[in-house]
């Protein structure tokens, strides 16, 4: 059974964010890459500017289903138009070459699945007056996924199941949004006893494009039956998909929407010096408050009292679901609840987007090297969301105005513990916070790469190192005692 055609059935339909770019946005130097982590990044970068000419990066993880024995650059340097896949049950004997196979996992925890994937457009970050920055920016995204797809469809306990069998299945939610945004950012800095204070905003409106979601709002009864056939009981939801891409030639996003949405940080310097160099950095930051809509959209909801029997060989017969998904979603509004149109409530929806709260600590060991620790956990939202996954990671790096290496050792949803690394060289980046997903040959649960190229050739005049425990030229840090007095 295709886990693709379950899922849809069930009303979770989700087509499943590098994730968040550690190597590229937690360093002093990350300038205007650094606001989508933190508004306030720009205030305590020790040049006066920063322009990202353009950056991208790509994200996927999922504890699900994963490739054998392969890593990105194998399998995408190897593609062609001879690769096939095939499944681990279906292996007999040695498996040829250009063929990989597909096995699952089975898990004692909610599966997760996230993909997310961006170009940033030119962003200019600037501080102005010493104490205040003012910034712009623009990207192209794709974000969705699921952080609590149950368990108990795991494939292969699943398939061992006996025939009518019944078990209870969870309540879960997943969605998927394809979106253009573009953003203004400011910060301020107020000087403090202990060094400063500063707070930061983004402002960023959206355009959507395609998107789509599935909720289910209670427990409900599963019955697994003969001939990819099933009983549902009790079930009550509701999903929803943009309709401007369906039957159409060739797939290609289309404007269905507009939406709004918010950062909001707050930094403590401590042991501040005078050309901004601190002991620590201490940050809290909300990321992705707002919301976005879907007008030109279907809107479902499913309401199954007692019981009903979905035959899963219906769907079979669309050899590309996502150009069908109003047909689909017609005939399961017909076996459910006896009437094609009876599950069509609208023709919008609004989608939260995937709020978090960012913790994060940075120390200055000395004027290259410093450690930086980082903090994001999910937040619930009362409108479905593409939920992002959560990170506890720890950030060793070294640091230049013309270098920087950074290792990061990120835990993952609290269960994967992965290594990074990323280097920047002059006005370029290149990282990933998976980098044992890129080489090697092993199971293959997903990937993370980013890469940026910036502009910002002319110095701040803060000599050769440019901050640490001292300012440049031996200048001493504020460790407290007094606030910095101005010259009028």
Known sequence: MRLSILLLLLLVGQVNYAQYQLGLRTERYSGASGVFLNPTAQL?????????????????????????????????????????LIKAENVEGPVAQDTYVIDFKNANRKHYATTFGYVDGP??????????????????AFLGGSQNVPVVFSYYPYNDRAFYDTFTVPVFQGAAMGWKEFGVNY???????????????????????????????????????????????????????????????????RKSGNGWAFDLAATALIDEDDDGGYRWRLSAALLDIGRASFTVAEKHHIGIGSSATIDLNDYMKYSNQLMHLDDIARQFSYETMGDSLASLIGNSFTLALPASLSLQADYTVNNMV????????????????????????????????????????VLYNWSSLRMGLAARLGYLVVGSDHVGSLFGRKDFYGTDFYVALKFNPFDLNLGWFGGGTSGPGGKKIRRGGKVKCYKF
Request: charged share 15%; hydrophobic share 40%; glycine share 6%.
């Open 44 to 84: 305590y970068n020790p040049l006066k500017w920063d322009l990202n000419l353009a950056g991208a990066g790509a994200f996927v993880s999922n504890n699900y289903t994963f490739l054998r024995q392969t890593s990105t650059t194998d399998f995408l340097f190897s593609l062609n138009d001879k690769t096939d």
């Open 123 to 140: 962003a200019l970050s600037v501080r102005i007056a010493g104490n205040h920055t003012v910034g712009v920016f623009s990207r192209v």
């Open 187 to 253: 910060a301020w800095k107020l000087p403090t006893y202990y060094g400063s204070l500063s707070f930061g905003i983004n402002v960023r409106r959206l355009t959507t494009y395609e998107g789509a979601f599935v909720t289910s709002n209670q427990k409900f009864r599963y019955t697994k039956l003969p001939d990819d056939m099933a009983t549902i009981e009790n079930a009550e939801g509701e999903f929803g998909f943009t309709t401007n891409h369906l039957h159409a030639d060739e797939f290609k996003p």
């Open 370 to 409: 410093f450690v930086n620790a980082t903090l994001v956990q999910s937040i619930p939202t009362p409108l479905p969301s593409p939920q992002r996954g959560c990170i506890l990671a720890l950030t060793p790096r070294l640091e230049h105005r013309w270098f920087s290496l950074s290792a990061p050792l």
